[in-house]
């Protein structure tokens, strides 16, 4: 969640010589030298480039660049351009914006009805959810999961949870003590845009599900303990503000995290078997 690797400029430069030769012509050899700069302008921008940046580069031949979007799409009937899609995805198995949807879409950071000469650059071209997808707006200032850089050892992203008719609720946010103001009004727009909060508790409530539906200790201090070992697990794994590291350190510190409701709540969201006879 946050963050992903960030693509190589490398590679992302490589990639020029096969849009040219997509293209049909209506590209050539010469617009290598400018697509180059453009690219390494972004990439020193931390993919904030400037508007006249970008508009430096031939407004006729962006638009070229803009309809070769398409042939990324695995919908396209021929090679294309899919193997940058494909490339980008093979690595990410969870989307960098919420933390648990299966990345199936390609989202433009600078986008492309703007940006036309980076519509295929790999450096602009972030692997998301579908939800996540649909929910950010054109324009919508989110970090950049490629080039954003965060405080070492700080939990930012936290949550509260409480027990309520039966079943733990969660209220997740930005804590913005350790952050850039900056940065923190943007994250914080960032999972209201993307409606976080109500999401993540459908998977809050599955992991505490998977992690006590079958084995219910059988004292509150086990209980403790058990919670205490799974989220320096999740902190190991993931880091500090995982979704699963931010639930399970908001059950440790949760008054209503105990034995009797637990065992409430595994009740209220058995899966019920009912067949029709």
């Known amino acids: 969640m946050w963050k992903l690797p960030k693509p190589s400029l490398e590679i992302a430069i490589s990639d020029i010589d096969e849009v040219i030769k997509k293209s049909n012509g209506q590209l050539s050899i010469n617009d290598k030298t400018g ?34 979007y398409t042939k990324t799409r695995d919908s396209y009937n021929g090679e294309g351009l899919k193997f940058i899609r494909n490339e980008l995805s093979q690595s990410v198995s969870k989307c960098p914006y919420c933390g648990f949807g299966e990345p199936t879409t390609l989202d433009h950071y600078k986008p492309e009805s703007r940006y036309k000469a980076l519509s295929v650059c790999r450096l602009n071209l972030v692997p998301m959810c579908y939800k996540c997808n649909n929910l950010k707006t054109i324009g919508t200032n989110f970090v950049h999961p490629y080039y954003q850089v965060y405080p070492s050892g700080i939990q930012f992203f936290a949550a509260r949870s409480q027990f309520i008719f039966g079943y733990y609720t969660f209220e997740f946010f930005i804590d913005p003590s350790h952050l850039d103001k900056r940065l923190a009004g943007i994250l914080t727009n960032q999972i ?42 999740f902190i190991q794994k993931f880091g500090l503000n995982h979704w699963k590291s931010v639930v399970t350190a908001s059950l440790k510190n949760c008054a209503d995290f ?3 409701n637990l065992k409430i709540y595994i009740r209220k969201t058995e899966p019920q078997n009912d067949f029709l006879v």
């Open 258 to 260: 105990n034995l009797e």
């Open 35 to 68: 697509l180059i700069e453009l690219y390494h302008k972004y990439d020193l921008a931390s993919g904030d480039i400037l508007d006249a940046d970008h508009d430096s580069f031939n407004h006729t031949k962006a638009e070229v660049i803009h309809k070769l």
């Open 192 to 233: 209201s845009i993307i409606q976080l909060s109500n999401r993540l508790n459908k998977e809050a409530g599955e992991l505490i599900r998977d992690l006590f539906m079958n084995n219910v200790p059988e004292r509150d201090d086990i209980l403790n303990a058990i919670i205490e070992s799974h989220h320096r697990t």
